[in-house]
């Protein structure tokens, strides 16, 4: 499931949970819950809609409601040869 921005930026709407995802070279993306479903925020290429910082998704969404929002960065740094089992090395920080 995928949702549109312009069809999440109205204060009619109400976001239970927005998660933006830190990735490499600064790129976030956007998941919100919505009206029961859950998906990635995507562009006009139906591909998801890359971010360029916390406050560009902040500012994208204010006139909706979001009740909960989460920034999740996972460290890549597990990948590293010689490295034991990959362990769950996220970090969830509330926004």
């Known amino acids: 499931m995928a949702h549109r921005l ?26 919100v819950d919505f009206d029961g479903r859950n998906g990635y925020i995507i562009g006009e290429n139906n591909k998801p809609r890359p971010f360029y910082s916390v406050s560009q998704v902040k500012q994208q969404l204010s006139s909706a409601t979001i009740k909960e ?24 920080v509330p926004i």
């Open 6 to 31: 312009e069809h999440l930026n109205f204060q009619d709407v109400v976001i239970d949970k927005l998660t933006v995802h830190s990735f490499e070279m600064g790129v976030y993306l956007a998941e």
């Open 69 to 92: 929002a989460f920034l999740v960065h996972e460290s890549a740094y597990d990948e590293m040869i010689g490295q034991g089992d990959k362990v769950d090395n996220r970090l969830i």
